[in-house]
């Protein structure tokens, strides 16, 4: 079993930054993916960030590319979404969940085995 535990979410100005975090206990990660995802009021839950088990493989939403980026540190166990360029239709929950992998990585909530419990993003215009 892995418990995901996300930290760093808050309320931040358009335009602002936040970095937030993930913390992994009950299993190593490194042979995981990692993945963020993010669910807005009345909305599904959607794909936003995800990095290979080596870290070396990044992918981002096109709605974050080049705002957000995403890191690990399998060492500590941790895996990082750092936002800069924040914008209002960021405002969401943000979830960490890491994926069982052999190698590569999934954009698709169903393909994940272990989810965090989420962390409040709020970002005012």
């Known amino acids: 079993q892995v418990q995901l535990v996300e930290s760093g979410g808050g309320l931040v100005q358009a335009g602002g930054s936040l970095r937030l975090s993930c913390a992994a206990s009950?299993?190593?990660?490194?042979?995981?993916?990692m993945g963020w995802f993010r669910q807005a009021p009345g909305k599904e839950r959607e794909f936003v960030a995800v990095i290979s088990w080596s870290g070396g493989s990044t992918y981002y939403a096109d709605s974050v590319k080049g705002r957000f980026a995403m890191s690990r540190d399998n060492a500590k166990n941790t895996a990082y979404l750092q936002m800069s360029s924040l914008k209002p239709e960021d405002t969401a929950v943000y979830y960490c969940?890491?994926?069982?992998?052999?190698?590569?990585?999934?954009?698709?909530?169903?393909?994940?085995?272990?989810w965090g419990q989420g962390t409040q993003v709020t970002v005012s215009s």
């Open positions: 969940a890491a994926e069982r992998v052999s190698g590569g990585y999934s954009v698709f909530p169903r393909s994940y085995d272990y």
């Open positions: 009950g299993s190593t990660l490194s042979n995981y993916a």
